[in-house]
């Protein structure tokens, strides 16, 4: 059975980071592209950021310069580091990744960004 599992969320003050993590189980890691994706109250899901199975990394714009993404594939986790957060980065990011037609999400974790 797939588990994605979201921690690291919590309230941060604006300007500050924040790393999240995503603990994956019941699947081969090494060779899943993962990806986070945010959802902001009111407005639909929307992709942040995505790495492949190689490394390779891809961003949402809004993301570029201010987040990285990253995996260990010692530990089947990936990370999405965020840095200079604002108010409108308050959302609940979600891990995702899709096995071969099959998409599996997290349950998500809440970034508050106070102001």
């Known amino acids: 059975q797939v588990h994605l599992v979201e921690s690291g969320g919590g309230l941060v003050q604006s300007g500050g980071a924040l790393r999240l993590s995503c603990a994956t189980s019941?699947?081969?890691?090494?060779?899943?592209?993962m990806n986070w994706y945010r959802q902001v109250p009111g407005k639909q899901r929307e992709f942040v950021a995505r790495?492949?199975?190689?490394?390779?990394?891809s961003y949402a714009g809004f993301a570029k310069g201010r987040s990285t993404i990253s995996r260990d594939n010692t530990r089947n986790t990936a990370q999405l580091q965020m840095n200079l957060l604002e108010t409108e980065h308050k959302a609940v990011y979600y891990c995702?990744?899709?096995?071969?037609?099959?998409?599996?999400w997290g349950r998500g974790t809440l970034v508050p960004v106070s102001s």
């Open positions: 995702n990744t899709n096995l071969k037609g099959r998409v599996f």
């Open positions: 019941g699947i081969r890691f090494s060779l899943a592209h």
């Open positions: 790495i492949t199975s190689n490394g390779t990394t």
